[in-house]
């Protein structure tokens, strides 16, 4: 059992290596653009909403909080602590997920995002008109990058619902606790990606007023 | 010889290849053995595919004007013959078959350290192939296999995206054997195999492993933006609007230098088995062979801007990128003075796998050599983008990956099915290979110099001898890969039955019945001597 | 039946080249020798004579195992030193380079020259003249490659690639395409003319109609408007081109760029990317789309025949009476007069000599 806990972590940990350097191209994409484009993306920033952006980032890291004690209340055999931080962890996962929807939703009707196949005619309403197609860039990269995220937090729901079915029926103990030690490594990892866009794509370079 | 009396042979012991019969236990299987089987079906069913392509192409080029195919059919051709070789032949080729088989019986273990996200990333390959077949089916992708912009997002008609799906989905394959391989090789070793005592096998494909982890992310986020460029028209790589082809070049090639390792790695190791085994004598320099395995992958992550050099990239960025190639090229040429040092002193036999390593060990010499003519910047400027590459890439994928491959196939057959295949015929189709290939490939290093650009569908007329020449070698190479694909089928029913360990070689998978047991050992081995002991005296040192 | 193993070389450059290239193959064949024919001899040597014959493991030898890095890296150093020494020469063009302009689009090189000729898929140039080339794509990727020069370089979509070279051997030589850029990529070729001074001479006495690159700028510099703000006489709403080519230009936010042909490039097609000091964003229309990459070249050229000869830190486009192009070797006499009509039209324009 020790050695296929063991396994199992250290697998988990070596995808979560691979899930960096898949985020890590976009992020190093990113950064080469806005290095060539400051002023575009001093524009892009300052659209964004830096409450939508805190709100979500307290949001996971409560999340984190309950799913480090999910993983405590496994190791301890604490039962009904467990499902009962596995559903926290669970709806605080949502609620990023609905924040996320809500400002999606702001942008959509902002900048008239295009579905497939149709060009994008932005005419940026608040960003200087030069800077409207490297602007188009660097939104574009925020979608891409947020969206991913999102995509990973949603697999993340995915898996706590199997955790949380599992924990009801009573599988995990101290002599058995790998799914959710596993699972807490992966949504500890989406939370830290987060805490890295939030930052990089809300703060820096905004100059607006915050609230 | 099957003979029609009953003797003790042809009455079947139980191994994992009887173990179970029906479709439903080899496709939900977990046994690593069984998913090395159904990944050398389908991989060898692309390579046949590839090499149709491969067919093709050397048929237009026999004349110097394009009346074979139209242009766009043509690129359509060798852009395919790319992916499918790459994507779906040569990076999980021995990784996923050899390395499935035999790195979790090579250090003890029953089974990878995740049996069933062995099989998954065997599913993952299929619907990756998948993707790929149906661009092929529906009519085609013509962008070249490196998918530079903004030819594949804006100007190309062809079925870019289902392509690079299919790409996209088969990196996800090659992650997740990887992931497999470096929890299996660190967690799973029998007691007394240390790392210091691991086959060479094994450090080679722990070294790939780390490439395919660390790499292949990157070239699925860069297809992806290519993919959501296309379908949403916004200009990410495009210049129009303010995007950077380039930045296009620098993603792609981050993973694509590497992959190239991950390509090679793996048929590295096989070569320092088969010359251990066939010269009855342990590696010269292991230390330094395991070492060279992880520097390739390492320094191979730092290289990828020589195959830009012309982009227009800063001249100090040019000089850091060729400086740097110049040290990957050293580990390898380690491996080879090793190899050639074990030789010395051994007692060496000529079966079939040793002439595919002589054979790996003189053409991945030539391959690497001119790649460090590529490597060299002001040579490169005359030699970049024209068949002098085509040659190089061609020598160290098919002179060094196929025939490690080959080498591989017939040294663990009897290993893998219990049966030998004909010896004869093997050397036979040894030397159709060395010599079809070399016939093929040494007159597009002339080529290349002569200014013979690469992609090219019809050529100037004065090219022409030099690409009959390629275009018959290619005949005779296609004959020498055809040979063994029949002779293989034949031994499956009447090849000889091959005990435990026909080649009196060293390693835990000769311990095992041929073919193995599902579960590998009755008992988990207990290892108590180096790697390769074949003798077991005084070890001399010399310096 | 033609058997061609090594292509002519027209320049000094390719005849270093191809010392690189035969010293890499020397050492490529010498190396390949020493690894095949002690391969071939162990293979002998050692072979098994009987069954179970065991022989005496060596474990290794660390002074071989440095040995064997330490020498063939240093050699592989020498490759590096040399490439580099030739990769280094071949980017920086020389002052007195001629210009020559080319546009490659899917499929085919359309170049242009200052004295207004223009040509498909044909390059001509004089032996012993530099010739810069200034490379611009419309559409996607391509490669601008001259086999019998040993150069080749990428023409990216979205700013200006440059090389150069001297030919040294008249001859007609080829031109291809060497980055892959769809259906036409091998039908993207042509040819590079090497001429002797005299036939140079008169194939550019052949004249454009047209006029000169120069002329033909001006004229696209009054279509599309750019008079009304860029007055040449007098300072106005907008910056003055005086001058402008070459010199340093002082941006609001403070920096200084060179305006060089990318800079001017941008200017035309994202003039707010780059605000002079002293002005305002927002007053200059872009041209995205109402003009070709050739009217761009057009207009750079008039504009580089705009500058004046006393312009602080500006090197001088302008030429002096007589001046030879190449130190110590006299103009002959066609070429001089080609030099003397772009003088005239510098002239014309105001330059004072």
């Known amino acids: 059992m020790g050695q296929q806990f063991d396994s199992a972590t250290f697998g988990m940990w070596v995808f979560l290596l691979t899930e960096i350097m898949f985020f890590g191209g976009m992020f190093g994409a990113y950064t080469v653009y806005r290095s060539m484009y400051p002023e575009a993306f001093a524009a892009t920033s300052n659209f964004m909403n830096p409450a939508f952006g805190a709100a979500n980032t307290a949001v996971l890291i409560v999340s984190s909080l309950t799913m480090a004690l999910a993983v405590r209340a496994a190791h301890l055999g604490h039962q009904k602590v467990l499902q009962m931080m596995l559903v926290f962890t669970m709806i605080f996962g949502a609620a990023f997920l609905v924040i996320k929807g809500f400002e999606y939703h702001e942008h959509w009707e902002q900048l008239k995002v295009p579905l497939f196949a149709s060009h994008w005619a932005w005419d940026g309403p608040l960003a200087p008109p030069q800077y409207a197609h490297q602007a188009q860039i660097l939104f574009i990269f925020y979608f891409f990058m947020t969206g991913f995220h999102a995509l990973h937090m949603v697999v993340g729901l995915g898996i706590m619902t199997t955790i949380f079915v599992m924990a009801r029926r009573g599988k995990f103990g101290p002599s058995y606790y790998t799914p959710v030690e596993v699972s807490g490594l992966y949504w500890h990892f989406v939370d830290i990606v987060w805490i890295f866009l939030f930052p990089l794509l809300y703060l820096i370079g905004h100059t607006k007023q915050l609230f | ?543 | 039946m033609q058997l061609p193993l090594w292509p002519e070389a027209a320049s000094a450059v390719a005849t270093d080249v191809d010392h690189l290239y035969i010293y890499l193959s020397v050492v490529s064949i010498v190396m390949s020798v020493l690894i095949f024919g002690t391969i071939f001899v162990f293979a002998i040597k050692y072979r098994r004579r009987s069954p179970d014959e065991i022989p005496q493991p060596i474990h290794g030898s660390l002074r071989l195992e440095i040995t064997w890095s330490v020498i063939p890296f240093l050699i592989m150093l020498t490759f590096f030193w040399w490439g580099a020494k030739i990769y280094f020469l071949n980017a920086v063009p020389p002052p007195n380079a001629m210009d020559v302009y080319v546009v490659a689009k899917q499929w085919m090189w359309k170049l242009q020259y200052p004295g207004g000729q223009r040509e498909i898929n044909e390059l001509h140039v004089p032996v012993g003249q530099p010739v810069r080339l200034t490379l611009a794509s419309e559409d996607v990727i391509h490669s601008f490659f001259i086999p019998a020069l040993r150069i080749k370089h990428d023409v990216v979509p979205g700013h200006y690639d440059t090389m150069w070279f001297t030919a040294n051997k008249p001859g007609h030589y080829h031109l291809f395409c060497a980055e892959y850029c769809g259906t036409e990529h091998s039908g993207m070729i042509g040819w590079v003319d090497i001429m002797t001074p005299a036939d140079y001479a008169n194939w550019l006495a052949g004249g454009a109609s047209g006029g000169t690159m120069s002329q033909q700028g001006e004229r696209v510099f009054e279509q599309l408007g750019c008079a009304t703000c860029h007055l040449l006489d007098r300072q106005g709403t907008s910056p003055s081109l005086r001058g402008l080519y070459g010199s340093r230009v002082q941006l609001t936010g403070g920096q200084t760029v060179l305006a060089d042909d990318a800079y001017i490039r941008e200017s035309i097609l994202n003039p707010n990317a780059k605000i002079v000091a002293g002005y305002r964003a927002n007053s200059m229309p872009s041209y995205q789309g109402q003009i070709s990459e050739e009217g761009i070249l057009q207009l750079i050229v008039y504009i580089k025949s705009l500058a004046t000869p006393n312009a602080p830190g500006a090197p001088t486009a302008a030429l002096t009476p007589g001046a030879a192009l190449i130190p110590g070797v006299a103009l002959h006499p066609a070429v001089a007069q080609t030099v003397s009509a772009l003088r005239r039209v510098n002239q014309r324009d105001g330059g004072t000599q």
């Open chain 2, 1 to 543: 010889m099957s003979t029609a009396l009953q003797d003790p042979q042809t009455i079947e012991t139980p191994n994992y290849l009887n173990a179970e019969y029906g479709w439903k236990s080899w496709l939900f299987t977990t046994d690593h053995k069984r998913i090395a089987v159904l990944y050398l079906i389908s991989i060898s069913v692309m390579f046949a595919l590839g090499g149709v392509f491969a067919m093709l192409i050397r048929l237009e080029l026999l004349t110097p004007p394009g009346d074979l195919f139209t242009s766009d059919t043509y690129n359509k051709i060798f852009t395919m013959h790319g992916i499918v070789m790459i994507f779906f032949f040569l990076i999980p080729s021995i990784p996923a078959t050899f390395g499935n088989f035999l790195v979790p019986m090579m250090i003890g273990a029953k089974d990878l350290a995740f049996p069933r996200i062995n099989l998954l990333s065997w599913y993952i390959y299929i619907a990756g192939a998948l993707f790929a077949l149906a661009a092929i089916v529906m009519g085609g992708v013509d962008t070249g296999w490196t998918f530079y912009t903004p030819f594949s997002t804006t100007y190309s008609n062809t079925f870019v995206i289902t392509a690079a799906v299919g790409v996209f989905v088969a990196g996800f394959s090659s992650i997740l054997t990887g992931l497999n391989f470096i929890v299996t090789i660190h967690k799973m070793r029998a007691p007394g195999m240390t790392w210091g005592r691991l086959p060479l096998f094994v450090w080679a494909n722990y070294a790939t492993a780390l490439i395919q982890v660390l790499g292949t992310p990157v070239v699925a986020i860069t297809l992806a933006l290519v993919g959501l460029e296309r379908a949403f028209h916004i200009g990410i790589f495009d210049p129009a609007i303010g995007g950077d082809p380039i930045l296009f070049q620098h993603m792609f090639w981050f993973y694509s230098h590497p992959a190239v390792y991950i390509m090679i790695l793996p048929g590295m190791g096989v070569i320092s088995e088969l010359v251990t085994c066939f010269s009855r004598k342990g590696i010269f320099g292991y230390s330094f062979i395991a070492g060279s395995s992880l520097g390739i992958a390492i320094i191979g992550f730092l290289v990828w801007g020589h195959h830009m050099f012309v982009t227009g990239m800063s001249m100090y960025a040019g000089l850091y990128f060729s400086l740097l190639t110049m040290f990957v090229a050293v580990p390898s040429a380690i491996k080879v003075f090793n190899w050639t040092a074990t030789m010395f002193r051994g007692s060496i036999s000529y079966d079939t796998p040793m002439l595919y390593a002589f054979g790996f060990i003189g053409l991945f010499t030539i391959g690497g050599l001119t790649g460090l003519f590529l490597g060299t910047l002001g040579m490169d400027v005359h030699l970049t983008d024209t068949y002098f590459v085509v040659a190089h890439f061609h020598y160290v994928m098919v002179g060094g990956m196929v025939v490690a491959y080959l080498g591989a196939m017939h040294f663990w057959w009897p290993k893998i099915t219990g049966r030998m295949y004909p010896e004869g015929w093997g050397k036979f189709s040894a030397l159709l290979v060395f010599v079809g290939f070399n016939l093929t490939f040494f007159p597009q290093f002339i080529l290349g110099y002569l200014g013979q650009p690469r992609r090219y569908h019809a050529y100037a007329p004065e090219f022409q001898v030099l690409n009959v020449m390629s275009s018959a070698g290619a005949s005779v190479l296609g004959l020498g890969f055809l040979i063994p694909l029949i002779y293989f089928l034949w031994s499956l029913k009447y090849g000889k039955k091959a005990g435990n360990n026909p080649w009196g070689a060293k390693g835990l998978e000769w311990t095992t019945q041929s073919p193995p047991t599902t579960f590998n050992f009755d008992e988990t081995p207990i290892v108590t001597e180096e790697a390769y002991a074949y003798a077991k005296h005084e070890e001399t040192h010399v310096g």
